[in-house]
């Protein structure tokens, strides 16, 4: 069983007020260039008797001409191979209903896929039935994003 979620994070640090001494301005020092953004897919996967693994995809955004924002059906489609791949067997995919989870390029893949590929959608907006949602503040902290 495999849940796959996506998410995203600016590089831009948030802007705050802070207090300083009267006369003197406080200077808040930030690390990094603080400009683009990274967007995550990944997939919490899940079988019984095994451990649980985590196959993600990382795309960083830097405002670049031709560059894409996020995830497209193509990327998609490429990490769930992967993850069949990796894993050696049929996936049970369990996802959200990101509109483009639903474009027809990726439809035509599934229907190409059935003899290893089963895939349910989520109701509209059910964070609580995904386990993958729950993963991602780690998954930011560890790769060293915020």
């Not at 996802?95 to 390029?105: C, E, G, K, S």
Request: net charge positive; glycine share 10%.
């Amino acid at each position: 069983m495999v849940f796959e979620d996506e998410a995203g994070q600016s590089m831009t640090p948030p802007r705050a007020r802070t207090w300083g001494r009267q006369g003197i301005t406080p200077v808040v020092r930030v690390r990094g260039r603080g400009s683009g953004r990274v967007s995550m897919a990944g997939m919490a996967c899940y079988k019984p008797g095994e451990r649980s693994r985590l196959i993600y995809a990382i795309r960083e955004y830097r405002g670049r001409k031709d560059e894409p924002k996020g995830f497209g059906w193509k990327d998609y489609r490429d990490l769930i191979v992967r993850a069949h791949t990796q894993l050696g067997g049929p996936i049970v995919l369990v996802w959200d209903n990101l509109r483009m989870h639903l474009v027809a390029p990726l439809r035509e893949f599934f229907e190409a896929s059935t003899d290893w590929l089963t895939v349910f959608q989520l109701p509209t907006y059910a964070p609580d039935l995904n386990p993958q949602e729950g993963v991602w503040s780690l998954v930011i902290v560890s790769l060293g994003v915020v």
